[in-house]
């Protein structure tokens, strides 16, 4: 059986986002969780693999984002003999969420963010691990180390695991939905969601990743994805029309609905051009999901742009 199991979290539809399992011996380790509604999920995995909650030793999470983290605190429940392991800007989050919910709440509105992530369950700060940057942790027989990766949030790091040569990513290396990789070329996009979305740190992070060694990477939107060099170039190739988005907004004096307005314009048409081209049809659900995500990264290059004036004009 496979050491990494990629764990369907059906958020919102299915292979959208994952999990992934990691198995060394008798024990276990999760990757990222989702929320509370993947919980059942991610035990059922672990029972296929025969393996209880408590064999589970770590519970980790490449950032806080509720798609990847909402699940923790009810996860640790669960699994009494994990410890967390996050970012130092992710931690206190964990063990305070009301600030996390309430910024997620004012993105989704409240019943939207019910529907999506339920109650977010605290987690005890006794049980948080907070590794240093470039630290690597033991895992049964695996070496995982630890890279902070800017750019998607100031809270991320990926977990480089040295004994499979495979990287957990999050979303410091885009997304690469499933329903994207039926074209001539696969397809992968960074994220730039609210409200930490950098460009230069991202450039910065793809090329930690690209230089970690790793030969497969795992982002958790999602499976694995076998090209990182490729990646690393698809990756830069979105950001150049990201940034000039960025910079035409940067310049101007648009106010907050006519940049999100610009925003969101210009990266639907840099989609459609890349489907196009790639030759990649989407079903209505899949037309739903990227608008999903179209949505959020015009909102996360709008809210940069307009903080980076806003600063430069203090």
Known sequence: MQDIVTVDCHYVQP??????????????CFIDNNTNYAVPYLLEALKNCGYTPENVSHIIITHVHLDHAGGTGLLAQKCPNAVVVA??????????PSRLVKSAQAVYGEENFKALYGDIVPVDEKRIVIPADGEVLNFGNRKLEFIYTRGHANHHFVINDKTSKSIFTGDSFGIAYPLLQHGKTPFLFPSTSPTDFDAHEARISYDKILNSGAEVAYPTHFGAWHDIPLGRKMLSAALDEIENTFNAIYKSTMDDKAANSFAREKIEKYFAHELNARGITLDANGKTILDMDIDLNSQGIAFAALRARKKAQA
């Open 87 to 96: 970012h130092p800007r992710a931690a206190p989050h964990l063990i305070d």
């Open 15 to 28: 292979k959208v986002a994952a999990a992934y399992l990691l198995r060394s011996g008798d024990t276990a």
